[in-house]
């Protein structure tokens, strides 16, 4: 089987996989699960930080060591690598976050957190705001730009194997990256599976709709992959795209996300452990 192929297997998993799992713990959601969601998320962001910086930048570079103008243009591909993915989260959080009168004192004044957003922790009260169908609309909107999100996510995994040039389960920057993706889609997955259902979509269907925003990852994982393989500076390119991307969704998506869940010390210190782990994976 070609690398090409695995690629696509590994990165369907991770995509809509991913997403697929976090639509069905949404249907099943409970509020108790926030602290494990947090823990594996800073987790993940640590093991994709070893990997970006140890890994993936370091083959970005070395395509062409000792040149000025590349390393220039490895750090000007980092840049728009997380300027495109700050933009697509920005669009995002316009889109979907938006802002609905304060049922007390206590109320977030934002839907930043996953409780809020999803409104678990006081349904109730929230539910005779909305209607179903602004619900389910919302759920829509919030479907396809997740969609949109996981392209570049994907070309982040097709990159790194097109550096690694591995066939298979084989523990390498890809498949790493792959694993840490696709954890980072289950929060996204429940994102779009709670509105979805609480608008009125069967919990089956809302779960199929979920996991299906997960496929553009497949596609940006082929774009990443074939683009990677023609030559040492377009390796560098995509190496450093993905570099700028994961960065973004370590420090603005993963974190953040993590310590909105649980407000304590141990979401730094499961990506501590998370770092230490990646540099086993890539130097042991």
Do not use: R
């Given at each position: 089987m070609?690398t090409l192929?695995?690629v696509?297997?590994?990165?369907?998993?991770a995509g809509?996989?991913g997403?697929?799992l976090?639509g069905l713990?949404?249907?099943?959601?409970s509020?108790?699960?926030?602290?494990?969601?947090?823990?594996?998320?800073?987790?993940a962001?640590?093991v994709?930080?070893?990997v970006v910086?140890f890994?993936?930048?370091?083959?970005?570079?070395?395509?062409?060591p000792n040149?000025?103008f590349h390393?220039?243009?490895?750090?000007?591909?980092?840049?728009?690598g997380y300027?495109?993915?700050y933009v697509?989260n920005?669009?995002?959080?316009?889109t979907t976050n938006?802002?609905i009168?304060?049922?007390?004192q206590?109320?977030p004044k934002?839907?930043d957190q996953l409780s809020?957003?999803?409104?678990?922790n006081?349904?109730?009260?929230h539910k005779?705001?909305?209607t179903?169908?602004?619900?389910?609309?919302g759920?829509?909107?919030?479907a396809?730009?997740i969609?949109l999100h996981?392209?570049p996510?994907?070309?982040?995994?097709?990159?790194?194997y097109?550096?690694?040039?591995?066939?298979?389960f084989t523990?390498?920057?890809?498949?790493?990256?792959?694993i840490?993706?696709?954890?980072?889609?289950?929060?996204e997955?429940?994102?779009v599976s709670?509105p979805?259902?609480?608008?009125g979509?069967?919990?089956?269907?809302?779960?199929?709709?979920?996991?299906?925003?997960?496929?553009p990852t497949?596609?940006?994982?082929?774009?990443?992959?074939t683009f990677g393989?023609?030559?040492?500076?377009?390796?560098?390119?995509?190496?450093?795209?993905?570099?700028g991307?994961?960065l973004?969704v370590?420090f603005?998506e993963?974190?953040?996300?993590?310590i909105?869940?649980?407000r304590?010390k141990f979401?730094?210190?499961?990506?501590l452990?998370g770092?230490?782990?990646g540099?086993?994976?890539?130097?042991?």
């Open positions: 070609s192929v695995w696509i297997v590994i990165t369907t998993i809509v996989g997403t697929g976090g713990i949404g249907a099943i959601f509020k108790d699960s926030e602290k494990i969601v947090s823990l594996f998320l800073s987790f962001g640590g994709m930080l070893s910086c890994d993936l930048l370091f083959e970005a570079v070395e395509q062409s040149d000025i390393l220039i243009l490895v750090i000007s591909m980092v840049l728009i300027g495109v993915i697509l920005f669009w995002i959080d316009k938006n802002e009168a304060h049922i007390d206590n109320h934002t839907a809020e957003l999803i409104h678990s006081h349904y109730e009260e005779k705001k909305p179903k169908s602004s619900l389910f609309i759920g829509l909107v919030m396809c730009a969609a996981n392209l996510e994907g070309m982040v995994i097709g990159a790194s097109a550096n690694d040039g591995a066939v298979g523990i390498t920057g890809g498949l790493v990256l792959a840490v993706i696709g954890l980072h889609n289950i929060p997955g429940m994102s709670v979805l259902i609480a608008g979509m069967n919990k089956a269907k809302a779960v199929f709709v979920t996991a299906a925003t997960g496929a497949i596609i940006g994982a082929i774009l990443g992959y393989s023609l030559g040492p500076t377009a390796l560098a390119i995509s190496l450093s795209f993905a570099s991307a994961m973004y370590v603005g993963l974190l953040p996300e993590s909105l869940m649980w304590s979401p730094a210190f499961a990506m452990i770092l230490l782990v540099m086993v994976i890539i130097f042991a």
